[in-house]
């Protein structure tokens, strides 16, 4: 079998995909955040300067330089990268460094006037240097101290870190992401089967001695329990969502964003979203989603070597994992998580790095292999 490389063109229809995404994202984050703007326009228009400024305006920036740089620079500093990522997530146990932002777990930096959370360059570095790793052991990967084992001690590094914060979400993100990269290496079933497991008893322990994870899990188990505390959000969400019928309220015309869902901009824009935009716009959204994943796994599975097509997986799947984790928290299929929706929610530095990915995956998508 031969092959060529087109060496010329970015995949295109990944870009409308994503280019889709981001407007609809923008137009949506907006919408969500009128009802900050009735409260506090002050707040208002701070949440969307980090959002347009830092998040779509460094991130475009980002997505350009990394478009442009050889993606081999990624697998030749990856244990830098790692390292850098680490210590910066570190770095918000430093006193009048690290901030809570107001929500008792303290995941964000403050530099002045803004503020970003150092977990979002943190699953980026994971990723590089994870892609790194199992490219270099390559058929090594069959045994387990060249595969298991160092993505155990990896996410074991990682868990103390996060679960200290708290921030489970990105864990349990991280983790699926490395089991999956795992996966596509070619690492036998049964040794992804057993730390997955593992991971669940690990969550099953935390869930067990955290108080504000068993609310949420009893939530999941009965959304009707406690309507006025735990399960206020879910209930508020699955409301807008059936307000919104086939066709919707209309942009901007949201209810529940004025006065009920708790965070309509972050961890509630998919139900705003499903009320103004109604089913039509909700299954468009979902249909993007998984265009988006389907187009970056045909562009990792033309990449040019091992590297690059662990590298291009590892985004994609992280950002499509973590993209229907949220759908599926704001409907009620799985436990509320508070993760944000890519390329929607407000979250400057998600938006930052998901944007600078992108250019990695663009500029690769340029070096695919086509069967002749």
Sequence with gaps: ???????????????????????????MFVS?????????????????????????????????????????????????????????????????????QGTGAVRWIRLGFFSFQPVEFLKFGFIIYFAAWLSWAKTRVQDFKFSMLPLVILLGLIAVILFKQPDTKSFILISITGLSMLFIS????????????????????????????????????????DPR??????????????????FGRGL???????SYLPEPQG????????????????????????????????????SPDLFSRLLVSGIVILITMQSFMHIASVTGVF?????????MSHG?????????AMGVVLQISKLQQHNT
């Design 229 to 246: 505390g735990s399960a206020f959000q879910i209930q508020q969400s699955l409301i807008a969502l059936g307000g919104g019928g086939i």
């Design 1 to 27: 079998m031969k092959y060529h490389q087109t060496g010329k063109r970015i995949d295109k229809f990944f870009l409308v995909v994503l280019f889709i995404l981001i407007s609809l994202g923008m137009v």
């Design 335 to 343: 436990p509320l998580t508070g993760v944000p929706l890519p390329f």
């Design 186 to 225: 070619g690492v036998p079933v049964k040794y992804i089967l057993g730390v997955g497991a593992g991971a669940v008893v690990v969550l099953a322990l935390l869930v067990y001695s955290t108080p504000y994870l068993q609310a949420r899990v009893k939530t999941f188990i009965d959304p009707s329990n």
């Design 32 to 100: 969500a955040s009128l009802g900050l703007l009735v409260k506090s326009p002050k707040i208002f228009y701070s949440v969307l300067f980090n959002q347009i400024f830092l998040g779509l305006g460094l991130g475009l920036i980002g997505m350009y330089f990394t478009f442009k740089l050889n993606y081999k620079f990624w697998r030749q500093y990856s244990l830098y990268i790692l390292i850098a990522t680490v210590f910066l997530t570190l770095a918000v146990f430093i006193p009048h460094v690290g901030t809570n």
């Design 267 to 302: 961890d509630s824009i998919f139900a705003v979203l499903g009320e103004e935009l109604g089913f039509v716009g909700v299954f468009a959204t979902i249909t993007l989603y998984i265009l988006f994943a389907l187009r970056g796994f045909r562009i990792a599975n033309h």
């Design 252 to 258: 901007g015309q949201s209810i529940q964003k004025f």
């Design 348 to 356: 400057g530095t998600s938006l930052m790095i998901y944007l600078t």
